[in-house]
């Protein structure tokens, strides 16, 4: 079946720079997507969300852009710190109550 | 708020043992769900449920049952353990009625099978 995926496993950033985070999905029908964040030991924690009728969605310090025409996700976080040490995955709905979650990409913000 | 809790923490069963894992939300949120997620894969739904005494299948149920006899507790409960259960499992609820919009993920459950 068609799943969600990440470009690339691994970020590191310089505290203070910006992050972006990518995503590709498959599934054309899919019509809602969420950033989650989830640190070492915990549940994963709702960052954004962006409905497919938007290309963009900003929040604090964050940012989700929507290409719908090549299907990527990204998540731009502004001056990164090291709080933000964590793993990143996208979700997207595939279809009613129908989430799929990509594998997540690991960012680590160096001091 | 406690939000969402888990229990146990981690967990670890032989071949064929049963077991019940626990989750408790006080948010009175009607949507709920239990997800497993494993190294190198994202999360993925097992079964799900949009109210009390209503349950659905997800991704992933076999060798999973579920049930909610109130709008609190989603008890996940594991009928013969394999090897292949072998994953972190966590539970999830939302006020909005379904996976969309904020969903808060209980701390996961940790189980090995051997």
């Known amino acids: 079946g068609e799943s969600v995926g990440l470009h690339l496993p691994t970020l590191s950033v310089q505290e203070g720079d ?11 029908a899919s019509d809602y997507f969420i950033w989650y964040k ?3 030991g915990k549940g994963p924690q709702f960052i954004i969300d962006i409905r497919s009728n938007m290309d963009k969605r900003q929040g604090q310090r964050v940012t989700v852009l929507l290409n719908k ?6 998540l731009q976080i502004a001056a ?20 799929r979650f990509g594998a997540g990409t690991r960012l680590t913000v160096k001091p | ?41 994202g999360l993925r739904l097992i079964h799900y449920s949009v109210g009390a ?26 009928l013969s353990a394999a090897p292949s259960q072998t994953s972190v499992y966590f539970c999830a609820s939302s006020y909005s009625g ?8 209980g701390p996961g459950t940790r189980l090995t099978v051997l």
């Open chain 1, 69 to 74: 025409t090549v299907k990527h996700l990204s």
């Open chain 1, 80 to 99: 990164t710190q090291p709080g933000d040490s964590a793993v990143y995955f996208c979700a997207e709905r595939v279809a009613n109550n129908d989430m």
């Open chain 2, 53 to 78: 005494g209503i349950t659905d299948q997800g991704e992933v149920p076999n060798g999973y049952n579920v049930s909610r006899s109130t709008t609190e507790d989603f008890p996940l409960r594991l």
């Open chain 1, 38 to 40: 989830q640190e070492s």
């Open chain 1, 18 to 28: 910006n992050s972006i985070i990518n995503c590709a999905y498959s599934n054309s």
């Open chain 2, 98 to 105: 379904g996976p969309q919009g904020e969903q808060f993920f």
């Open chain 2, 1 to 41: 708020n406690a939000g969402v809790t888990q229990t146990p923490k981690f967990q670890v069963l032989k071949t064929g043992q049963s077991m019940t894992l626990q989750c408790a939300q006080d948010m009175n949120h009607e949507y709920m769900s239990w997800y497993r997620q494993d190294p190198g894969m």
